[in-house]
Nanobody
């Protein structure tokens, strides 16, 4: 099983940027798709972005398309989520997911 540790969250003003990192250890990182989800207060967990193991193609939720970028560094076993033009509605706990493993979650708060 892959162990995942997220970092990079915090408090930012509307329009600001943050970069989340998810470092993986354990089984081979590059053999699985890497996915970011988020959960806002009082809401269910929702898909944010995916980067596929096969060809590193990406997909995004409509709500973040054009603002967020997912990437991965196989040499560092790390997946990133660059978040630009942040909005208050991006406030949530962000989770990375690889195969059946989940990170502990990291808080992102965007103030208006």
């Amino acid at each position: 099983q892959v162990r995942l540790v997220e970092s990079g969250g915090g408090l930012v003003q509307t329009g600001g940027s943050l970069r989340l990192s998810c470092a993986a250890s354990g089984r081979t990182f590059s053999t699985y798709d890497s996915i970011w989800y988020r959960q806002a207060p009082g809401k269910g967990r929702e898909f944010v972005a995916v980067i596929r193991r096969s060809d590193s193609s990406t997909d995004y939720a409509d709500s973040v398309k054009g603002r967020f970028t997912i990437s991965r560094d196989n040499a560092k076993s790390t997946v990133y989520l660059q978040m630009n033009s942040l909005k208050p509605e991006d406030t949530a706990i962000y989770y990375c997911n690889i195969e059946a493993s989940w990170g502990q979650g990291i808080q992102v708060t965007v103030s208006s």
